[in-house]
């Protein structure tokens, strides 16, 4: 597709949105029930407002997102437009176990979570980070093992589940062993058990092909009238700024050159692609790395606001991209 490449700035003031209302037969709007390194709920309006026309009148038929994460887009484009068919993937195993679960076994992980909750607002601080690290414990101690079984793969929903309310920053992060290494994060009453929500995503999910797989294999399908969104991990913009540690897989330099390939592979089968990633420009306003990865392609700097560095005072609002071929 021979489209010039834009660069585009906006802001908040710029984007008329409104967030969808439920159906009828939903009283709760699902929002993400993982919170996740770069979760996208914060910068919607954006996305929303960038997204193909067609999808806005129905004529999509396939959305796909190979980099679900926290799964913020999934949720909103399931529940605000119409698509056929919808797929959605990660190569963490836990993550896709703990939506394959909510989506299937949403009770016995409600009644988990419920008796976590009670348990540990009981608790003063110190018998908290006890049961916090006997967790963390138990759900690194059974990281290998690979099983069908539903009542295992409830406890470790719950388990992930509970960490991500508890931890510190609400952070996923693994070691290069694979284990989660996230310290406890002292909150007062952290919302463990959010059965209304749960609920209002098992729904949601219903409408989802749940995938584990490397991103690759979900877009060896996409054809032309289909919507897919990445969001892989950022490209670091120093070398301080490398958290890509979603998984034991870091996403390095070369990674990133391999999803540019399928997307300029895609783009040529006149797929709809919207991609998020860092903005180098944040360091290096000379760095075109990203304009000359993807020729053609539009490119739309957003402002966001980032909580992961351990530092407060490097955290803040940075800007980042939105880079689309339509």
């Known amino acids: ?25 939903v009283q709760v709007i699902a929002r993400p029930f993982l919170k996740w390194v770069g979760g996208k709920t914060q910068i919607l309006p954006h996305i929303d407002a960038n997204i193909p026309i067609e999808l806005r009148g129905g004529e999509i038929s396939a959305y796909l997102e190979p980099f679900l994460g926290g799964g913020s887009v999934f949720f909103h484009i399931a529940q605000r437009y119409r698509v056929g068919r919808i797929v959605i993937s990660d190569n963490n195993r836990d993550l896709i176990w703990a939506y394959e679960t909510v989506k299937n076994h949403v009770d016995p992980v409600i009644d988990a979570l419920a008796e976590y909750q009670q348990i540990f607002w009981a608790l003063n601080n110190e018998e908290r980070s006890k049961m916090y690290y006997a967790t963390r414990d138990a759900f690194n101690g059974k990281r290998h093992e690979d099983t069908d079984d539903v009542s295992f793969r409830v406890e470790r929903t719950a388990q992930l589940i509970f960490l991500n309310k508890t931890c510190f920053n609400g952070l996923y992060r693994v070691n290069a062993a694979g284990a989660f290494n996230v310290a406890f994060g002292r909150y007062d009453k952290p919302p463990i058990c959010d059965r209304e929500n749960l609920n209002a995503c098992s729904r949601v999910l219903e409408k989802a092909e749940i995938r584990l797989c490397d991103f690759s294999e979900v877009l060896q399908s996409v054809g032309s009238n289909c919507f897919v969104y990445l969001d892989p991990p950022y490209r670091p913009i120093s070398m301080t700024a490398n958290f890509t540690s979603y998984s034991p897989t870091n996403f390095d330099a070369i990674e990133q050159q391999r999803l540019a390939a399928h997307c300029l592979e895609l783009d040529q089968r006149e797929s709809k692609l919207m991609i998020s990633n ?11 790395y990203f304009e000359e990865t993807y020729p053609h392609f539009r490119i739309t700097t957003l402002s966001a606001n980032r909580m992961v560095n351990c530092k407060t005072d490097r955290r803040g609002k940075i800007s980042e991209l939105l880079i689309t071929n339509y």
């Open 278 to 288: 860092s903005d180098p420009k944040n360091i290096n306003p000379d760095d075109r």
């Open 1 to 25: 597709m021979d489209i010039q490449t834009e660069v585009v700035s906006i802001s908040p003031q710029d984007v008329e949105y409104e967030r969808p209302e439920a159906p009828p037969a």
